[in-house]
């Protein structure tokens, strides 16, 4: 199946004009954050975007209650596709299967870019994951946030792809939960490269807004937490022995939740007061726990429900606060 034509999808599911000049605005304001810090970053949403109708129904409720919390800068995670260890699972919006359970890339571009204009119209930036990077321009005009997820952060043209960006770009460490190579990919994309990509010699001047993401690793059936002051500290400096910009974000999920929705509650405790931290991610939807085909609840990982989520704002908003005020 040949996919179309990116101008014909956004002819198709158009950004309006007021839109457009708010995800621009929403560029500035998360690149001016980036630099000067006056408030806690924080990526929040479900594992995965799912069903249009509970996505967009998490994005209302997390839009009417920003204004709650003065000190944090969110952002709705939207990922569009998902990747998995084993290569098995649900793969995202964008794989959504319509029709005799076949999947249908074009249609589900349409609906991961309803969802994201969705997010817009509540009011919040779009944070995605940069997986497959023929996807990039479908979605190019309406994502504030890019990330290079952990099982792609280490690969050539992935690292190669991120140093062409002009906004936020948080870089995941491995798996393996290695903070050395963690920095390593940063690097990477914070510098020009030169690839190849669709037939075009490309040449890029590096991604200024490139951070580091301790997301905790895996070895075995074995979880390591790296969001601790410890880890934290050694990233800053790490980061600024080669020159990189020292923004730290901690996942408050994944391996440093040992993949247990809750355990972000605590996590977030540690996060708030840390001085090192200069973003978060969280992982929350509706409701909490992972079932497919619920409503409102996750078909991929273990996420929080929307209350706990009120819970960890909350925490994260007082922790920056008294952070400010010493």
């Known amino acids: 199946m040949k996919l179309p034509s990116v101008e014909s999808v956004l002819n198709d599911c158009p950004l309006n004009g ?18 000067d810090r006056r408030k806690l970053t ?9 069903e249009p109708k509970s996505v967009n129904e998490y994005l209302r409720k997390l839009g009417e209650i920003q204004r709650l919390y003065p000190h944090l800068l969110i952002v709705a995670r939207v990922y569009s596709s998902k990747p998995h260890s084993n290569g098995q699972g649900y793969m995202g919006t964008c794989f959504h299967k319509e029709v005799d359970d076949v999947i249908d890339l074009p249609q589900g571009i349409i609906r991961a870019r309803k969802m994201m204009i969705d997010c817009l119209t509540a009011g919040l930036p779009v944070a995605d994951e940069l997986l497959y990077t023929d996807l990039y321009h479908y979605f190019a005009d309406l994502v504030s946030y890019w990330f290079v997820g952990a099982r792609s952060s280490e690969d050539t043209a992935h690292r190669a792809f991120a140093s062409g960006l002009d906004l936020c770009c948080g870089v995941k460490n491995t798996t393996d939960g290695d903070v050395y190579k963690a920095v390593d990919s940063v690097f990477s994309v914070s510098n020009p490269s030169v690839f190849p990509y669709k037939g075009v010699q ?10 580091i993401v301790l997301r905790g690793g895996k070895t075995g059936d074995n979880f390591t937490s790296n969001l601790t002051h410890d880890y934290t500290r050694f990233a800053k400096q790490r980061l600024d022995s080669f020159g990189l910009n020292d923004f730290v974000m901690v996942d408050l999920s994944h391996a440093n939740s040992g993949k247990v929705a809750d355990n972000q509650i605590e996590n977030a405790k540690t996060a708030a007061v840390n001085r090192d931290v200069d973003g978060v991610m969280l992982e929350s939807y509706l409701f909490g726990g992972v079932q497919c085909g619920a409503y409102g609840v996750s078909k991929t990982d273990d996420c929080l429900c ?5 819970k960890v704002l909350k925490i994260l908003e007082d922790g920056f606060a008294s952070r400010k005020c010493k």
Request: proline residues 2%; negative net charge; charged residues 30%.
């Open 18 to 35: 007021e839109l457009r000049i708010l995800k621009q605005n929403f560029d500035v304001r998360l690149k001016e954050n980036f630099t």
């Open 202 to 211: 490309i040449a890029t001047d590096g991604c200024k807004y490139a951070h």
């Open 42 to 50: 924080v990526i929040c949403g479900p594992c995965s975007a799912d």
């Open 306 to 310: 929307f209350d706990d989520t009120v």
